[in-house]
């Protein structure tokens, strides 16, 4: 153990996570966890952010070479479409008391944007109960892993709008959606603009 190495901010934070990790007399503990915890928490979002996309990259591939090029969209559709349900049915499971309404999808998305996709920045342009529209900017990592995977262009951008139709239906709302591909840079630098109405 280095008595004079300082530990990163991160790790003391998130130390209830590492409380049962075990070493050996000889390995220096501190050296480990100075060496390979992440040192700041944007270097650890970003790397989470990093594996996620890499997983979904991955996946979609090893689906396109057993099933062919068409289910690489049909699986990166339907994942996304399930994961706007469950994230809509977990947050209206802590938050009960949100309408089932336009502004509480607009709220749904800021979450997920808080909590999964660090990357995007997002830009309000109108907000009611009858309509949202938004831009969302950044970097789609999506985007960025589907290029070094060489699948990105088997794939329907952006790929998350399934994602919000899932948040939809399951709220049952009867909505018009459409998101525009305003910039889709080979750099993966993005702006989409997300336009949500209900139907009259």
Known sequence: MN?????????????????????????????????????TFTELVQRLSDITGAFYGGLLKQSGKLFGPEAIEQLSSAFMYDLGSKMTLR??????????????????????????????????????DQKVEMLIKGVDRYHRITQ??????????????????????????????????????PDSSCVYLVKLSKRN
């Open 148 to 185: 070094s995977f060489e699948i990105a262009g088997l794939l329907k951008w952006p790929v998350i709008k399934p994602f919000v139709q899932g948040v939809c239906d399951t709220m049952g709302l009867d909505v018009l959606l459409n998101i525009e591909v305003l910039e889709l840079n």
């Open 91 to 128: 947050t209206l499971g802590l938050k009960p008391d949100l309408q089932l309404e336009i502004p509480t999808v607009a709220k749904i998305l800021i979450g997920a944007i808080f909590t999964s996709s660090p990357e995007y920045s997002f830009e309000f342009k109108e907000l009611n």
């Open 3 to 39: 008595n004079n190495l300082q530990l990163p901010e991160t790790f003391i934070a998130l130390s209830d996570f590492r409380k049962k990790d075990i070493y050996l007399p000889e390995m220096d503990q501190d050296q480990i966890i100075s060496d390979f915890f992440p040192g």
